[in-house]
Each structure stands twice: as structure tokens, then as C-alpha cells.
């Protein structure tokens, strides 16, 4: 307890699923939270029901003002600025890519690399004058490797991990940590974006989330709390020595196939091999 007692933290998309488990762990561990968010009816509820610990306001973290003014008030009401998570995020289908739109492009772009560039950008300068800070970012395992998004997610989130490591590098001459965490099958409301549900439908439509994304070694999807328990980490001083990585929190799934698969797979192909040339597998023939 109290890891993060007297930091002040801003957490962007914090108003529900990965940020929103993240802002009620910081605030257990003693932190005060500026929630930024476009979800202003949920971002607001969420600040009311943290009794005092957190602050609401409406952000585009795509519009460079809408971040500025986001550090400036935090600076203003706080003081100082010891964590900034950028989390914001949200998923655009799949489609393949003669299909593209490129609105879709720039509106993926906009939200997932640039807002975090923003982030990492005046983070940084209140961060330097004070020599410490933590900057998290999210990025996915659809920025590891191929297979899990559609193209623009996955080439945003592979930028957000290589601005990682650069800002990394630089910042850290200053005393300010830049990681980032790459989840995957998570079961959040990015699955269903865009959808017109409403809250209860919302929440039902997780537990088909979740039926569909735990097929990974440990057999199960990720909750939001397994995403912001390690952003959690890293904001502490239980991981100051830790700068410039991309940390997988997906239950196994982008390490490659399952075992469990993989046996089946190579037992299917003996069998077939066994079918098609039985004299060749006949007990005593030699081979």
C-alpha cells in the first residue's frame, strides 16, 4: 500500500476499462489523478466516486491544446506532475488495405501515435524542471507482431514502442523513466467502439469479450486490473530501474502457439503420414 503516496498522475482514456482500473489503483496507492477522457458522463461519475482523489477534464489528446491545457491545469491545481500514462486508445475494425479509408488512417494515427507523442512532449517539459517523472505508454501486442489488429492500429502501436525507447533515451538523462506496455486480449469496451449500446448491453457485451479472447496458454482473457497492475509498477519506485522497455501483458498469447496446439498439430501430421504410408509405419519394417 501508499506505493504512490503524494504523486500526482494523469491517466488519458481514463474513464473506463484499462485507464479506469488504473486510476482506482493509483488512488489506492495514494496518488491524486487528473482523468482525462472524452467519455465525459463516465469520466465524471468515475472522479465523484474516488471522493475528492481525482480530477475530471475533457481531453483530445489528439489536439496539441487540449494537452497542454490538460499538464498546465495539473501543474496549476498540483504543483507538480510525477506520472503521465498515456492510455488512450480505441480500435477501428479490420479491413484490408486496399479498403482503407483514409480517414480511418488519420483518425487512428491522430489518437493512438500522435496523442501519445503529445504526451510524452509536455510530460517532458514539466517533468525536466523538476529532474523525475514516469511516462507510461500503452501500446499492444499488435505492435510486437502481425495478426492481432488491423494494419493502422498495428503500425501505430509499433511507433508508440519505438518512441518509447527514444524518448527513453533521451529523457532519462533527466531523471524521467520512459516504458511501455504492450496487452493483449484484454476485455475491454474497445471491442465494441462505436457500437450504439447502452450501459447495460455494454457491460453484457464484455462477457462475450471475454468468451472469445481467452485462447492463450493460460486460458483465460486479461482483465483491465492485470494491465493497470503493471502500469501501476512502473510508476513506482519499485521499478526505478527500469527505462526504455516494452512490457507484454497478454497471458502468453504473442510467444507463439500453444503447446498444447502444437502437439496436435504435429500428431495430426504424423497420423496422416501414417494413413497415406502404412507399410512404411508397419512395426518391424525398419523405418
Same mark, same amino acid.
Not at 9 to 21: C, F, P
Not at 167 to 185: K, M, Q
Not at 200 to 223: F, K
Given at each position: ?28 496507492? *495514494?496518488? $491524486?489523478? +487528473? ?8 469520466? #465524471?461519475?468515475? !472522479?465523484?466516486? @474516488?471522493? %475528492? ?22 501543474l ?16 477501428? *475494425?479490420? $479491413?484490408? +488495405?486496399?479498403?482503407?479509408?483514409m480517414?480511418?488512417?488519420? #483518425?487512428?494515427? !491522430?489518437?493512438? @501515435?500522435? %496523442?501519445?507523442?503529445?504526451g ?23 505492435g ?10 498495428s503500425?501505430?502501436?509499433?511507433? +508508440? ?38 450501459d ?28 493497470a ?8 519506485e ?6 526504455g ?43
Open positions: 500500500m501508499n506505493r504512490l503516496e503524494g504523486k500526482i498522475a494523469i491517466i488519458t482514456g481514463g474513464a473506463s476499462g484499462i485507464g479506469e482500473a488504473a486510476v482506482r489503483k493509483f488512488v489506492a496507492e *495514494g496518488a $491524486r489523478v +487528473v482523468i482525462a477522457d472524452l467519455q465525459e458522463k463516465q469520466g #465524471l461519475e468515475l !472522479a465523484d466516486s @474516488l471522493l %475528492g482523489q481525482t480530477v475530471f477534464l475533457r481531453t483530445d489528446v489528439s489536439s496539441e491544446a487540449d494537452v497542454r491545457h490538460l499538464v498546465e491545469v495539473t496549476e491545481r498540483f504543483g507538480r506532475l510525477d506520472c503521465f500514462y498515456n492510455n488512450a486508445g480505441f480500435g477501428c *475494425g479490420t $479491413r484490408p +488495405v486496399a479498403e482503407t479509408p480517414a480511418d488512417f488519420d #483518425l487512428q494515427m !491522430a489518437v493512438l @501515435l500522435r %496523442g501519445t507523442f503529445l510524452i512532449k509536455y510530460a517532458a517539459a514539466a517533468m525536466q524542471r523538476q529532474r523525475s517523472g514516469v511516462i507510461v505508454n500503452t501500446s499492444s501486442v499488435a510486437v507482431s502481425g495478426g492481432y489488429a488491423n494494419h493502422v492500429y503500425a501505430a502501436k509499433a511507433g +508508440v514502442i519505438s518512441l518509447t525507447r527514444t524518448t527513453a533515451l533521451e529523457l532519462g538523462e533527466s531523471g524521467i523513466r520512459v516504458n511501455c506496455l504492450c496487452p493483449g486480449a484484454i476485455a475491454t469496451p474497445i471491442f465494441v467502439h462505436g457500437i450504439p449500446l447502452t447495460t448491453e455494454r457491460e453484457q457485451s464484455l462477457v462475450i469479450v471475454a468468451q472469445a479472447l481467452g485462447r492463450n496458454p493460460l486460458g483465460r482473457c486479461g482483465l483491465p486490473e492485470d494491465v497492475n503493471v502500469a501501476l509498477w512502473l510508476a513506482s519499485e521499478s526505478s530501474f527500469v527505462n522497455q516494452a512490457i507484454v501483458v497478454d497471458g502468453g498469447l504473442a510467444s507463439g502457439k500453444m503447446w498444447s496446439e502444437m502437439q496436435n498439430t504435429t500428431n495430426n501430421l504424423f497420423r496422416n503420414l501414417k494413413n497415406q504410408f502404412p507399410a512404411a509405419f508397419a512395426e518391424g519394417s525398419g523405418k
